[in-house]
Structure formats: C-alpha cells, structure tokens
C-alpha cells in the first residue's frame, strides 16, 4: 500500500481558477519525495488538499490505504504537516511548543516530554529548549516546525516549500534534520521550486505545471531528460 496514494485529482477554485486537472501520482512508504514546480503549478493546492485544508473538486487521495473522503481523522492522523509560514508563538520556549502541540493531539504529558528531548535533539535544538522561541534564528525557528510536526509521530510528513526564501546555510540544517527523520522510517514529501533541492534531497519526484503532472519518476531518471 502506498503512503500516498492520488487518482485524478481535480480542483476548480470559486473563482474559476482550475489548480488542478487530474493529477495521478503514488508515493511508496518510506521514499523522499518532491514536488517540484513554478509558482502557480498547484503544489499548494495538492498539499492543502491532502492535509485536509483544501476541499477536493473531484478524485481521490488514500493515505495508507485509507480514503481522505471517507475517514478524514483516520487519513489525518497519520500526517504531520509543515506550513509555509513560522505559525507558533514565539513567546513561547522551544519544548513547551512541542508539549503542549502533542498534548492538543492526545498525547500524555510523560510522553510528550520523552518526544520533544529526541525531536529537538534531532532538529539539533536541544540547547535551546528552554529560550524564548522568538530569539531563535531563522534556521531553527524552520527547524522547530519540523519538530514541531513530528511530535505526533507522523507516518507521512508533508512540506509545503519548506526553504522558500531561506538562504543556503539554513537550507543546509533543514536538509540534514530532514534526512534524519526519512532515514529513521517516516515518508517525506516535499513541495519545492528549487531544482538542487529536490536533487540533493530525493529519490522520486514529479514535476507539476500549470495544475497538470508532465513528469514522474525517479530522480536520476529525470535528471537525464532534463
Ligand atoms: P503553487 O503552490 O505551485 O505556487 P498554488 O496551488 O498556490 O500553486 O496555485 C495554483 C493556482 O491556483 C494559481 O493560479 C493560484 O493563483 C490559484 N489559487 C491558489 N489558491 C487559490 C484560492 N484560494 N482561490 C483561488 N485561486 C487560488
Ligand atoms: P504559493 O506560496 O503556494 O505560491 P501564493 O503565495 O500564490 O501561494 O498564495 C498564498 C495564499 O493565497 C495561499 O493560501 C493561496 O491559496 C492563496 N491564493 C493564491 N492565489 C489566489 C487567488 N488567485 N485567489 C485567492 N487566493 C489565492
């Protein structure tokens, strides 16, 4: 069974705008997975769709087999999602952003702790635990979301354009916490416009443009089309 599993999707905003046209793809458990494409392609789209925040048009998406339309909570689950934008409170300390994200999920507060020690440990922000999320660079800010998403220990973690804007140094700490987290187990789809992230970070991708997919597959086998 795939982690992700998408048939023809389709998504016609309010406003006429068609994001998507009958996307297809799957991703296998345990790849690391990009979508790549320009601003506008519908990679927003499809990763708000597949969290749930996005209503499909048409299609269907599984996640682990189970049907988004049909056990949205289930399909949720097993999901951790990492937004575009920094959305915690930076007035709040690094480990009680975890605690209390993981406590909002039904996770005890005993186990809560024993997850925020290995996920800041392995977004190497363990020494910053207790300071005022605020004073964090850009880097870690990004890299508590990341930790931040785990905690709820996600079986599929999804990106949306996780580095856009961020210079090589912080893009370089992402990559590596990132690699970190697929090597241990969890499935990892990306969205990106950066062709050398995509690159350097998966196996398979699919690339997306103007709502449609014009090419999938694995990345080397792309890189020599390109
Ligand atoms: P990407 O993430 O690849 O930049 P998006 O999924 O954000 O692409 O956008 C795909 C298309 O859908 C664009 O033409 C965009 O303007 C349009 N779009 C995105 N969100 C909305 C929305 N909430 N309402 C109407 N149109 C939207
Ligand atoms: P992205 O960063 O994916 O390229 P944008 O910056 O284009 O997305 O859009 C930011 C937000 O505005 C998103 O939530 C998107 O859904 C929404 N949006 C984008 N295009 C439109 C549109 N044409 N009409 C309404 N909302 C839009």
Request: net charge positive.
């Amino acid at each position: 069974v795939p982690a992700l599993s998408i048939r023809d999707l389709r998504k016609t905003y309010d406003n006429k705008v068609e994001a998507l046209k009958g996307v297809s793809l799957d991703v296998a458990e345990g790849d690391f997975f990009a979508l790549l494409g320009p601003n506008g392609a519908g990679k927003s789209t499809l990763i708000g769709i597949v969290s749930s925040l996005v209503n499909l048009t048409s299609g269907s998406v599984q996640v682990h087999g189970i049907d988004l339309r049909r056990d949205r909570s289930a399909a949720m689950r097993m999901i951790g999602l990492v937004p575009q934008e920094i959305n915690f409170n930076t007035f709040e300390q690094p480990l009680d952003i975890l605690v209390n994200y993981a406590g909002f999920y039904g996770v005890s507060r005993d186990e809560a702790i024993v997850r925020a020690e290995e996920e800041l440990k392995r977004a190497q922000l363990w020494d910053k635990a207790r300071m005022m999320s605020r004073t964090l660079s850009g880097g870690m800010k990004r890299r508590l979301m990341i930790a931040r998403a785990m905690m709820t220990r996600p079986r599929l973690l999804i990106l949306d354009e996780p580095t856009a804007g961020v210079d090589i140094e912080i893009r370089r700490g992402m990559w590596q916490t990132l690699r970190e987290i697929n090597a241990a187990g969890t499935t990892i789809i990306l969205t990106t416009h950066y062709l050398e992230e995509a690159e350097y970070l998966c196996r398979n991708l699919a690339i997306i443009d103007r709502g449609t997919i014009v090419a999938q597959g694995p990345m080397r086998q792309l890189l020599a089309r390109l």
